[in-house]
Nanobody, 115 residues
Framework: QVHLVESGGGLVQAGGSLRLSCAASGTVEDIFVMGWYRQAPGRQRELVAS???????GELDSVKGRFTISRDDAKNTVYLQMNSLKPEDTGVYYC?????????WGQGTQVTVSS
């Protein structure tokens, strides 16, 4: 069983930055590709960025060049550095495997970008 806890969200003005963290505990050796997902109000949850165990990353087109995903396996933590934030980045951000496992969804962390 794996337990994921997201943190680092908050309220920021457009153009600002935030760094999200996802701390994993439990049987983390069962985790392979990790991802950050977000759910904006009234929209479906979407995959924003992913990272493989070897560090290969992928990002949603709308965040390329602004968001960077990274992982520190020694700390069992995945990060999402978000720069040049836009109001459309507002939502609840979650981490999970890719593809996601239902039992791994946590509470998420709220990101609100004001214009």
């Amino acid at each position: 069983q794996v337990h994921l806890v997201e943190s680092g969200g908050g309220l920021v003005q457009a153009g600002g930055s935030l760094r999200l963290s996802c701390a994993a505990s439990g049987t983390v050796e069962d985790i392979f590709v990790m991802g950050w997902y977000r759910q904006a109000p009234g929209r479906q949850r979407e995959l924003v960025a992913s990272i493989s165990p070897l560090g290969k990353t992928g990002e949603l087109d709308s965040v390329k060049g602004r968001f960077t995903i990274s992982r520190d396996d020694a700390k069992n933590t995945v990060y999402l550095q978000m720069n040049s934030l836009k109001p459309e980045d507002t939502g609840v951000y979650y981490c999970n495997e890719v593809p996601p496992r239902y039992e791994y969804w946590g509470q998420g962390t709220q990101v609100t970008v004001s214009s």
